[in-house]
């Protein structure tokens, strides 16, 4: 049977979308953070463990194969004394106790600290970003920002309002993002991941079933217009680490790619599938399937 584009993208989302056994895995990894979080950092301590969120694209549910990292926030609570005198200004020494007391209790491969998160390296690759934060009494978390200093951010308020979109939507959001930020490998990844989340969750007022039509409509509603904030409230203006060059690059590419939707859809509309999957691959990438 002749593969029809609808059927492409159906066994597109097979493909790309996230699947046991790696959420079993996920969840795994998640619990083990939880316990050698809470043994490193117990009651007794100066820095206390709170709890653990998974977040990034897998806490939003849109993460996408392939990947090689798990997400997870801890809150810490930092003994006022010891927040005022040593922390508060020195987010590195508050990063660099996390890893150290990682390396004591930890059993995984590696410990790492990457400026903002410690990393635990696994075996099979799949590593974990621990993100350690402080909550602030004024709301939202703080997180090291990589030189020394605090960054204001609140990944549960993302996850809140990135499901709420999709509720709004029908649930029909979560997929299309996937493909947005399949479009975006496919073409340099100039664009980070959140920001293409957040370009697609304010993109549309209605949304169906048909992503081939959806799609389009976030190219074209996004060419010249990617500046999006951060729904937070922290981070300003999510398109501010583009260059006027990156800028420039961006909207070519979702140029590019609108008008070949556009090509894709009409072949589609004449009955010459072969045509319409030939330009979604072009636009998704070669994993994009053929037959």
């Known amino acids: 049977m002749t593969l029809t584009t609808a059927k492409a993208f159906d066994k ?22 939880d316990t050698v979080m809470r043994k490193a950092f117990p009651s007794t301590s100066t820095m206390r463990y709170i709890k653990s969120h998974l977040i990034g694209s897998m806490g939003r549910k849109t993460a996408s194969r392939p990947f090689d990292d798990i997400d997870v926030m801890v809150h810490l609570k930092v003994d006022d004394t010891l927040w005022n005198s040593t922390y ?45 934060v402080v909550k602030y009494s004024t709301g939202g ?4 920002n990589g030189s020394g200093d ?20 029908n649930n029909n959001l979560l997929r299309v993002v996937v493909f947005a930020k399949q479009w975006n490998k496919a ?5 980070s991941s959140f920001h293409v989340e957040m370009l ?6 209605t949304l169906g079933t048909n992503r081939r039509k959806a799609l389009r409509m976030f190219f074209d509603h996004n060419h010249y217009n990617l500046s999006v904030n951060d729904p937070a409230g922290y981070g300003g203006d999510l398109s501010s680490y ?3 060059n990156m800028r420039t690059e961006v909207n070519r590419s979702l140029a590019s790619a609108r008008d070949r939707a556009d090509v894709a859809l009409a072949a589609e509309a004449r009955g010459d599938h072969g045509e319409a999957i030939r330009q979604w691959r072009i636009i998704l990438g070669s994993r994009f399937p053929t037959n």
Do not use: C, M
């Open 200 to 205: 697609a969750a304010r993109t549309f007022s």
């Open 150 to 169: 605090w960054l204001s951010t609140d990944p549960l308020v993302h996850a809140t309002y990135l499901s709420e979109r999709s509720s709004a939507l």
């Open 12 to 33: 597109f989302w097979d493909v790309v979308s996230l699947k046991d056994p790696t959420t079993s895995t996920v969840a795994q990894r998640r619990e083990a953070v």
């Open 88 to 132: 508060s200004t020195n987010s590195s020494g508050f990063l660099y106790r996390v890893r150290t007391a990682l390396n004591n209790t930890s059993t995984v491969q590696k410990v790492g600290a990457r400026g903002q998160a410690v990393r635990l390296f696994y075996a099979d690759g799949l590593s974990v970003d621990i993100a350690a």
């Open 187 to 191: 073409h340099s990844s100039r664009l």
């Open 242 to 244: 583009l260059s006027l």
């Open 141 to 144: 978390y703080g997180i090291p």
